[in-house]
């Protein structure tokens, strides 16, 4: 792995093929401790990871939502340990599945290390449940009442190195021939306030896309796939990552949705990978 010492907060990763690679984080190096001191402590990891960043695909991999880790500082927020093991910490198997996409499309993949609960990348700096105080109905008091300092340290030391290295793999593509695309992975719940959600993948987006468009054609046409167009969420102004690296440059997008129970393992992880990597390539 080779520290990037002008990007505070940010490990690269080249060769990342082996997904047990991804369970071995790089711990902080000096430069991101001195900058982001405040939150993470030396035996933190470093939030950012970057896989295959010299890919050849178009296509550029994000998932906010991939790791669960949580700064020593913190504790464990005061959230009991089974309950940082559910899709409220992180998207159960959007991190294997991504990782897979990236190693089968030759795609470079931008991927979060902290839990949601630390902090929400894909929610605006600003907006309530950025940092929230209760997720899907389970408080964590440690997020109860912070002051705007507190707020303030988590965007730096995780929200915005991230988004950093996002915006700095997209400013280097802008300078190539070949389009750039951002495919951003999630995963959600097969059910969510005691209502089932039957779809198992989802495409959300704004009606501007039209790599949302051509996926939701192939996937719609996949024997026994249920798809949501815009479901179980639509694209909204709550969304951050897509609204900020996408629609913000004009490069069209993919905002993909899995349901978890179908990528939990690796199994589940490498069948949905070859579905997707078929459409992507396509
Ligand atoms: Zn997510």
Known sequence: ?????????VTVSREMSDPKNLHVLPQMNAASRQTVSRLLSPGDPDPVIVQNEGGSSSHVLVCDHAGREIPARLGRLGVAEPDLERHIAWDIGAGGLASKL????????????YSRLVIDCNRWPGQGDLVPPISDGTPVPANASLTARDVQDRIDAI??????????????????????????????TPAMNGADRPW?????????????????????????????????YALCETDYTVPRHAQGRGLDYLELEVRQDLIADEAGQARMAALLTKMLQA
Do not use: K, W
């Open 200 to 232: 198992h993948v989802g495409v959300l987006h704004g009606g501007d896309s039209p790599l949302s468009r051509r996926m939701l054609t192939m996937l719609m046409a996949e024997d026994g796939l249920v798809v949501g167009d815009n479901q179980p």
């Open 159 to 188: 929200h915005s190195p991230y988004h950093a290295r996002i915006a700095a793999v997209l400013d280097d593509r802008a300078s190539e021939p070949r389009p750039a695309t951002v495919v951003s992975v999630h995963s959600f």
């Open 102 to 113: 990236s190693v089968a499309l030759d795609a470079c993949l931008v991927r979060q290390v």
């Open 1 to 9: 792995m080779l520290a990037q010492p002008d990007r505070p907060g």
